[in-house]
């Protein structure tokens, strides 16, 4: 064996253990995005305050992450597209919450009315229908009407080709998630999770439509 190695088992153990080092700080990175969340919504009470912390966090991190990261994995998500808002999808309660307030104070007594209509068929439908149904929130334009207060579900999903959410519209097939995003999104459900546990509240995740409709009742 040659006295001057530029190749060795012990670069190779090394490098080894710095990768098992690296990922484990990776791994924590998100568990600590979901304790710093969680420590800074434990004192609030208002769903509002509650959800704007958690954006808040969320955007920064998506920001961070896109800054320091290589980023692989090809989105194809724009604006106008729509298929994922045939998903069904669930929330924390104080994502319910936050947007009936928003709701509220800003339709008139009219819209709201015709809102809580509209969104009663579709849980009727729903519960007789066997296919997915569009986003009731989704307007002629095929744009979300309540984008800026959209559930963390909804902001949490990417999907790498438009083709395959269609077939998973028409077929029930799921599309592979961007793991770094889901990830984050997933650290704010569980703060959110977490805190009504702690305060001893309902914690389950519930349908966001079915849901929606019971509060605005």
Partial sequence: MSSSEVFSEQAVIETAEQIRNATKRYEQLFVDLQ????????????????????????????????????????TDCEKGCSHCCFLPVTCPPQVIADIAIYLKNTLSHQELTQLQQLLQKYVLKQESSQH??????????????????????????????????????????????????????????????????????????????????NVLE
């Fill in 132 to 213: 997915r149904l569009k986003c009731p929130f989704l307007n002629q334009h095929d744009l979300c009407s309540i984008y800026e207060y959209r559930p963390l579900a909804c902001r949490s999903f990417t999907s790498p080709d438009q083709q395959l959410c269609l077939a998973s519209v028409r077929d029930g097939n799921t599309v592979t998630q961007d793991p770094v995003q889901h990830r984050i999104f997933m650290a704010a459900t569980s703060a959110l999770v977490n805190l009504c546990k702690q305060n001893g509240l309902p914690y389950q995740q519930v349908k966001f439509i079915p849901s929606l409709a």
């Fill in 35 to 74: 304790s710093q969340i969680s420590l800074d919504i434990k004192d609030l009470d208002s769903p509002v305050q509650i959800m704007s912390v958690c954006r808040k966090w969320t955007d920064d991190a998506l920001i961070f992450f896109s800054n320091n990261f290589p980023l692989h994995r090809k």
